[in-house]
Antibody, heavy 127, light 107 residues
Framework: EVQLVESGGGLVQPGGSLRLSCAAS????????MNWVRQTPGKGLEWLSY????????YYADSVKARFTISRDNAKNSLYLQMNSLRAEDTAVYYC????????????????????WGHGTLVTVSS | DIQLTQSPSFLSASVGDRVTITCRAS??????FAWYQQKPGKAPKVLIY???TLQSGVPSRFSGSGSGTEFTLTISSLQPEDFATYYC?????????FGQGTKLEIK
């Protein structure tokens, strides 16, 4: 069974740092592209970051660029999100999500949708 | 960035109703588009990908259509377990973006 389990959330003061982890099981992590998504309480979903299967290509949302760093350790079946200079508006539930591989019109698509999500970890930024 | 605008934001309907949710993209995104369902306290679950492909295990009462800039999610006959929040997503261009959500409530 495919499973993603996030950890590392908690209460942090503004300006502080946290490192989120996402442990993958039931599949080989190095085959898949991965993402982080967050959801503020009572609000919608915000995509934050993407990392290719080998970690060679990375993208960020403008809201976290230069403050957050995505990384992965395929040997440990783990994905990470280092979050620095945290702000109150970063308070949210953070999810890791697996990018699905699909085909369309004979073309193989990677990261074409998110087919597995973790349960989420809550990050609260407050003094 | 590509903006996705969902309508309506709230929808009240009854069991057995046919409902349609629309998502408009600020620029063309081909068919690189997905729909998700989210229930309170749970992670989102994909329903439709590449605009019209039903994810394995999702009931056939869910269907998706559209291409380019306008997409729809249709539920042909609402069931009690379908009352949830629905999100659209574009995967054509980074940064990836989601719509603001449509909350489907029981009338």
């Amino acid at each position: 069974e495919v499973q993603l389990v996030e950890s590392g959330g908690g209460l942090v003061q503004p300006g502080g740092s946290l490192r989120l982890s996402c442990a993958a099981s039931g599949f080989t992590l190095d085959t898949y592209e991965m993402n982080w998504v967050r959801q503020t309480p009572g609000k919608g979903l915000e995509w934050l970051s993407y990392i290719s299967s080998r970690g060679t290509t990375i993208y960020y949302a403008d809201s976290v660029k230069a403050r957050f760093t995505i990384s992965r350790d395929n040997a440990k079946n783990s994905l990470y999100l280092q979050m620095n200079s945290l702000r109150a508006e970063d308070t949210a539930v953070y999810y890791c999500a697996r990018g699905a591989i699909s085909t369309f019109g004979g073309v193989i698509l990677t990261n074409s949708f998110f087919d597995s999500w973790g349960h989420g970890t809550l990050v609260t930024v407050s003094s | 960035d590509i903006q996705l605008t969902q309508s309506p934001s709230f929808l009240s309907a009854s069991v057995g109703d046919r409902v349609t949710i629309t998502c408009r993209a600020s620029q063309g995104i081909h068919n690189y588009f997905a729909w998700y369902q989210q229930k309170p306290g749970k992670a989102p679950k994909v329903l439709i990908y590449t605009a019209s492909t039903l994810q394995s295990g999702v009931p056939s009462r869910f269907s998706g259509s559209g291409s380019g800039t306008e997409f729809t999610l249709t539920i042909s006959s609402l069931q009690p377990e379908d009352f949830a929040t629905y999100y659209c997503q574009q995967v054509n261009t980074y940064p990836l973006t989601f719509g603001q959500g449509t909350k489907l409530e029981i009338k």
